[in-house]
């Protein structure tokens, strides 16, 4: 599976999580967060044009879950309060 391939995949799963999430809310409680992401994705984009080791890729693209997952988290708990 190519790096494109992989985060096609990936980011399919990811968009549904993203899709649970308020972007407004996340700009304004949390914009750390969000450049992260923002971060992460312009890395990723870079990663996927380019021949590069399947590690380097796996590894950044472990991080925008990591990271999605973790504001995902922030946001279900905000929407149980």
Not at 7 to 21: E, G, N, R, V
Not at 35 to 51: G, W
């Amino acid at each position: 599976m190519t790096n494109k391939e992989r985060y096609a995949q990936i980011a399919d799963s990811l968009w549904k999580d993203c899709l649970m999430i308020n972007s407004d809310w996340l700009v304004d409680r949390y914009p750390g967060l969000w450049r992260h992401m923002v971060l992460l994705d312009n890395q990723l984009a870079r990663l996927e044009s380019r021949t590069t080791e399947g590690n380097d890729y796996e590894a950044m693209l472990e991080k925008m879950v990591q990271t999605v997952r973790k504001v995902r988290a922030l946001y279900e708990k905000k929407e149980d309060e």
